[in-house]
C-alpha cells in the first residue's frame, strides 16, 4: 500500500496524497467541488439531460475515495433508475484512512456501506443500485460484458501515471462505451484530445472546476 496522507482541501473538505507520487487525489481547491462539478454536473447530469431510460451503467477508473461514488447513488435524479456501477481501484484504502474523510458527514451510513461492501462480486448498495468494487489495475483487468452509459476517467495525472492514459490504454475502456455514452475526465491535455477523437469520439473542452482552466468531456458518436 502506497503512504497515504489525509489532507484538506480549499472547501473544507478531505482528499488524500500519495506521498510516493507527490500526487493528491482530487484538487487541492476542493475535492467535493471539483467531483461534483466535472464527474457529476459535466458527466452525470449532463447524460440525465440527454437519456431517459431507467437503467445507468458507469464505468470508473480510479474508486480511491469512493466520492464519485458516493455523489452518484445519493443524486435525486437517479431515483427510480437501476444503476450498475463498476469501479476500478488497484490500492483500496484501509478502513483507518477512509474512516478519516469528513465529506460524507451529513450522509455517512451511505458512505461507509460502499467502503465496506465485499470486493471483487456485485453488492446491492441501494434497493435499484449494485456497485462492483474491483481490487485491479486498468492493464490487467478483464473488464465487465457491460456497455457503459458513463466513464468516470479518474486516474491520476499524465505526468504522475503516464502509463493510464496511453492509446492502448484508453481504447480498452472507450471500446465498452455506449453509442452515446460520456467519456468525462478532469484532464485537458492536448494528446488525450487527440487520441479520443481518434478513437471516434466527439470532444469537447469545457471550463474546468475552480482551480484549473479546463476539462474534457467527449461522447460516442452513434454512427
Given at each position: ?41 459535466q458527466g452525470l447530469n449532463y ?142 491535455k492536448g494528446q488525450l484530445k ?30
Amino acid at each position: 500500500m502506497p503512504d497515504i496522507r489525509v489532507i484538506l482541501t480549499g472547501d473544507g473538505s478531505h482528499s488524500l496524497l500519495n506521498a510516493e507520487l507527490d500526487e493528491t487525489y482530487h484538487s487541492r481547491h476542493g475535492a467535493v467541488q471539483e467531483s461534483q462539478y466535472v464527474f457529476i454536473k459535466q458527466g452525470l447530469n449532463y447524460w440525465l439531460e440527454q437519456n431517459k431510460q431507467q437503467q445507468l451503467t458507469i464505468l470508473e477508473v480510479g474508486l480511491g475515495t469512493a466520492l464519485n461514488a458516493w455523489l452518484t447513488f445519493r443524486l435525486p435524479e437517479l431515483a427510480g433508475r437501476q444503476i450498475s456501477y463498476f469501479a476500478i481501484e488497484k490500492f483500496p484504502l484501509t478502513k483507518a484512512v477512509w474512516q478519516q474523510l469528513n465529506y460524507a458527514a451529513h450522509d455517512r451510513n451511505l458512505f461507509e456501506k460502499i467502503h465496506a461492501l465485499a470486493w471483487n462480486s456485485w453488492q446491492q448498495v441501494t434497493p435499484l443500485a449494485m456497485l462492483f468494487k474491483s481490487e485491479s489495475s486498468l492493464h490487467q483487468i478483464v473488464l465487465p460484458d457491460l456497455s457503459f452509459d458513463i466513464i468516470y476517467y479518474d486516474a491520476f495525472a499524465p505526468n504522475k501515471q503516464p502509463d493510464m492514459w496511453t492509446m492502448d490504454v484508453l481504447q480498452k475502456v472507450v471500446m465498452k462505451l455506449q453509442a452515446g455514452g460520456v467519456f468525462v475526465t478532469y484532464c485537458a491535455k492536448g494528446q488525450l484530445k487527440r487520441d479520443l477523437k481518434a478513437l471516434g469520439l466527439e470532444v469537447e473542452s469545457l471550463p474546468g472546476p475552480p482551480g484549473k482552466r479546463e476539462m474534457i468531456r467527449a461522447v460516442r458518436l452513434n454512427s
